[in-house]
């Protein structure tokens, strides 16, 4: 069975921190691919970053400089360090893990992946 169990967020005002965490069941956490999402009100979900069990890292341009992923391997835990934080960053965060290959192709999670239960970001300007 694979879980995934997110923590984190909060509410910041712009060019604050907040970092998220997620605890990832063990086969998963070594073998699948796992991502940061987000969707701000209104919108479709969107893939941050994701990771592939080589560690080889891909962010959307849009977090680049500002969001970093990180990897725990004693906790099977990711992270998503979110700094420079705009009003655009609103929204819930969930990490995500699928198997197979092609990381960075996020549609796959929505078809194939498993979830976090997601929490809420919320900047202020």
């Known amino acids: 069975q694979v879980t995934l169990v997110d923590s984190g967020g909060g509410s910041v005002q712009l060019g604050g921190s907040l970092r998220h965490s997620c605890a990832v069941s063990?086969?998963?956490?070594?073998?699948?691919?796992m991502a940061w999402f987000r969707q701000a009100p209104g919108e479709e979900r969107e893939g941050v970053v994701s990771v592939d069990k080589r560690r080889t890292t891909k962010y959307a341009d849009s977090v680049k400089g500002r969001f970093t992923i990180s990897l725990d391997d004693a906790e099977n835990t990711l992270y998503l360090q979110m700094n420079s934080l705009k009003p655009d960053d609103t929204g819930m965060y969930y990490c995500?893990?699928?198997?197979?290959?092609?990381?960075?192709?996020?549609?796959?999670?929505?078809?194939?992946?498993?979830w976090g239960q997601g929490t809420q970001v919320t900047v202020s300007s």
């Open positions: 063990d086969y998963a956490y070594h073998v699948y691919c």
């Open positions: 995500a893990a699928r198997p197979g290959d092609n990381c960075d192709s996020y549609r796959d999670y929505e078809d194939s992946g498993y």
